[in-house]
């Protein structure tokens, strides 16, 4: 089979939601970028993924500990003691977090620390961070006892409430960052505490929970030990790493401004929208990595990340199509005022590719308790990234005179170094699973290769039919250009799709799969949508 039957149930619960949720997220990506402009945009992506960066350090990978612990114990004892305490953790981070802006506020030194930010917008980014973290808390617990079903329709939900949301604010000429903010914030944070109430129900744990000093010492020993032996490789990492991420952003930030900010983070969250194809697979595979490991089963680790290729060539499909068709994408979504985005976008939908694989790959080590190998390749990729950073980004009005690519140069630097660091972690986990290391490096090469050239081909032939051919087409009160470039990229899209269908019947093993299975596919697919019509 495709997918290992024990999977199979959850993964397709997971990737319906998400492929919903990307559909729901290209309609957000064509519709706020434009309303709230470049600078207003750049802010909210600025906020969202600093914030993100400055809790997930100061809890310092307990949340990524507590899910590891659940995935490989939850079979065959209860949670409470794991949950009551890292609830107690992530509470004390979450007030050090809030102690931080207040101060900083109160100081000035916000400007210094998030230039251009208004002090409102940055409670109302704690805010958003914070149910975030909730509802992420809560989807930890939910794929750790492999209760994924309801989770994902909760999810389903709230991405549905929050694209209506969006559409009744720019409807009601009501939308700006404040009404942006406070909608997730209310939207995402209801979402979470229901998954919590949810949960609770199901008895993945009890009220217990929130007393943790009531259960035997030897049991809150147990898991602090593991915790500590879990963290403990990962605290320079955290430390190091929080420093280069936070001053790739804060530097675009300050030498660019907002704008430029606005250019890379609508290539992000594209980026974002074409991982989402491929990211339901990344919690129940480090669940099933940590649960064989657990049980010293290397056939099926092997098995499971051999698995690893299918979803490569969904995210190499998405990926390319989204690179080669950048232009059409900022006209649609952003119009003219997101002009400078079109390089960054052609580059930074290609971050998926290994991003994907990267999570996968990378899920085999943390799953596997090699935190230490993980915690020295991240911070080799980090250190030899300095130089590569500064060049591409610095004004050439500096003493040491860069490139200033602006919002390009943080695209090339962010995927460059994650080419690098996931072909790194995969040398370690090929030696580790006793397979060919080369055989994985051609595969890469080879499946972008042949998919973008074919995306390539699809995007010169929709270029080849006229403007004059397109426009009496034109709905009234739809300016001609964004008309244009939709149709283009439908078209695109449409023929794209043909010769990527073309390409898994040719060489199946390029999508990851057997001819048997693809058979196999084929045939289960056909006959019960003939049960289906027959009933």
């Known amino acids: 089979m495709l997918i290992d039957s024990s999977l199979k149930g959850r993964f397709v619960s997971k990737l319906t939601s998400n492929v919903m949720s990307a559909l729901l997220g290209i309609i957000t990506v064509a519709l706020v970028p434009r309303t709230l402009g470049p600078a207003d945009y750049g802010r909210f992506e600025f906020l969202a993924a600093n914030f993100k960066l400055i809790l997930d350090s100061i809890t310092c990978h307990a949340p990524s500990a507590f899910f590891n612990w659940i995935s490989r114990k939850a079979h065959k004892e209860d949670a409470d003691v794991s949950v009551g305490v890292t609830l107690y953790l992530v509470t004390g981070s979450v007030l050090f977090f809030c102690l931080l802006i207040a101060v900083a506020t109160m100081t000035g030194f916000h400007v210094v620390l998030w230039p251009d930010i208004a002090p409102l917008y940055l409670w109302e980014g704690f805010g958003l961070t914070l149910a975030v973290f909730l509802f992420q808390m809560c989807t930890y617990m939910a794929d750790g006892k492999a209760l994924t079903g309801v989770?994902?329709?909760?999810?389903?939900?709230?991405?549905?409430?929050?694209?209506?949301?969006?559409?009744?604010?720019?409807?009601?000429?009501?939308m700006n960052l404040h009404t942006f903010f406070f909608s997730q914030i209310v939207i995402t944070g209801a979402v979470a505490l229901i998954m919590a109430g949810w949960l609770y129900r199901r008895r993945a744990f009890t009220s217990a929970a929130l007393m943790p000093w009531h259960f035997p010492k030897d049991e809150i020993k147990r898991y602090l030990s593991f915790l500590k032996a879990f963290v403990r490789p990962l605290v320079i990492l955290v430390v190091v790493g929080f420093l280069f991420s936070y001053f790739d952003r804060w530097f675009l930030q300050l030498i660019g401004g907002a704008a430029q900010y606005g250019y890379f983070g609508l290539s992000d969250r594209l980026g974002a929208v074409a991982f989402l194809f491929t990211s339901a697979m990344t919690p129940l595979l480090t669940r099933e990595f940590a649960f064989a490991f657990e049980e010293m089963d290397k056939a099926r680790l092997r098995s499971l990340f051999e698995r690893i290729r299918v979803f490569l060539f969904i995210?190499?499909?998405?990926?390319?199509?989204?690179?080669?068709?950048?232009?059409?994408?900022?006209?649609?979504?952003?119009?003219?005022?997101?002009?400078?985005?079109?390089?960054?976008?052609?580059?930074?939908?290609?971050?998926p590719i290994?991003?994907?694989?990267?999570q996968l790959s990378g899920a085999l080590l943390i799953a596997t308790g090699q935190t230490g190998l993980y915690s020295k390749i991240s911070l080799f990729c980090m250190v030899a990234s300095i130089p590569f950073t500064y060049l591409l980004m610095a004004p050439t009005t500096y003493l040491i005179p860069g490139l200033a690519l602006g919002a390009t140069g943080l695209?090339?630097?962010?995927?460059?170094?994650?080419?690098?660091?996931?072909?790194?972690?995969?040398?370690?986990?090929?030696k580790f699973l006793g397979i060919s290391f080369p055989k994985w490096i051609f595969l890469q090469v080879k499946t972008v290769g042949i998919v973008y050239g074919a995306a390539a081909v699809a995007c010169f032939l929709s270029l080849r039919l006229p403007d004059s051919f397109i426009q009496p087409f034109s709905f009234v009160r739809i300016d001609p250009a964004v008309f244009t470039a939709a149709i283009r990229l439908g078209l695109s899209g449409l023929l794209y799709l043909l010769f990527v269908f073309a390409l898994v019947v040719a060489a199946p093993g390029l999508a990851g799969v057997g001819r048997d299975e693809l058979k196999q596919i084929v045939r289960q697919t056909f006959w019960k949508r003939r049960s289906n019509e027959q009933g």
């Open 151 to 174: 989770l994902e329709k909760l999810r389903l939900v709230q991405n549905l409430a929050k694209t209506g949301a969006y559409l009744l604010l720019i409807w009601a000429s009501l």
């Open 315 to 351: 995210a190499v499909v998405t990926s390319c199509f989204l690179s080669m068709n950048s232009a059409s994408l900022v006209e649609v979504i952003g119009g003219k005022k997101f002009i400078g985005a079109v390089i960054p976008i052609t580059i930074m939908t290609l971050y």
């Open 354 to 358: 290994h991003q994907t694989f990267g």
């Open 411 to 430: 695209a090339i630097k962010m995927v460059v170094v994650n080419i690098v660091g996931t072909n790194i972690q995969l040398y370690y986990n090929t």
